[in-house]
């Protein structure tokens, strides 16, 4: 097995189940302003996929930009009020990400998510700190899963590593192809948004189907 020396993480189906919250932050925001809510199964495909704005232009095309800012700052109020109890990490992210830093291994994260929304959840489960880098939707012009997020992630890196040894770690078509623009390795894992086959089709190289598996890409 070929080892790597920076893992960049997803994070919604990846490292954490945030299906419910993601569903309940949109919905509370278009309750708030009166639009119809969505059923869960309509949300779901598209977590880790769109940003929250696209999400909701997904839905609701024809709104206004004044009112979309309302919804989406009515959609990140409720998360970040709610995000300790609806969200969840995986079993076994701690315990592995924790072994992945004694090994010396730089990690980061690369997040569709607003990047201020990120950090206050990876705060909220005192995860923050083993993270190198964390690049989230807003922070530049340019967003996953686009080359330009790698290049700024190797950029601000502790210490330079070479390209062949970073790897993608995902649950979405979004991932791989983020992997693939960055010309980097890709493993999909079993547990996300898509399954095993489509991101094998997708372009993943492995499947993982438990968090603790990429110790052996150590």
């Known amino acids: 097995m070929h080892s790597y020396d920076c893992f960049i993480f997803d994070f919604d189906g990846t490292l954490a189940d945030s299906r419910l919250n993601i569903v309940n932050s949109f919905n509370h925001a278009l309750k708030v302003y009166r639009l119809k809510s969505i059923l869960p199964q309509l949300i779901y495909p598209l977590i880790g996929k769109l940003n929250i704005e696209e999400m909701f232009r997904k839905f609701y095309p024809q709104l206004s930009q004044k009112k ?3 919804l989406i700052h009515s ?7 709610n995000a300790h109890k609806e969200i969840a990490l995986y ?13 010396k291994k730089q990690l980061t994260i690369v997040t569709t998510k607003h990047i201020n929304q990120i950090e206050h959840i990876l705060r909220i489960f005192t995860i923050y700190d083993y993270f190198d ?18 290049d700024y992630i190797s950029q601000h890196l502790r210490t330079p590593i070479l390209k062949n040894k970073f790897i993608m770690v995902g649950d979405s078509n979004i991932d791989c192809e983020f992997a693939h623009n960055s010309q980097i ?6 547990w996300g948004i898509d399954s095993p086959a489509a991101l094998k089709t997708a372009g993943a190289k492995y ?4 968090i603790s598996d990429l110790l052996l890409f150590v």
């Open 68 to 70: 979309m800012e309302k």
């Open 91 to 103: 079993d076994g992210v701690l315990r592995t990400i924790k072994a992945l830093r004694i090994r």
């Open 207 to 210: 499947i993982i189907n438990d």
């Open 75 to 81: 959609f990140r109020t409720y998360q970040k009020r």
């Open 185 to 190: 390795a890709m493993v999909g894992v079993s």
């Open 133 to 150: 880098v964390v690049f989230g939707f807003g922070m530049m012009e340019f967003t996953k899963p686009q080359k330009e997020c790698f």
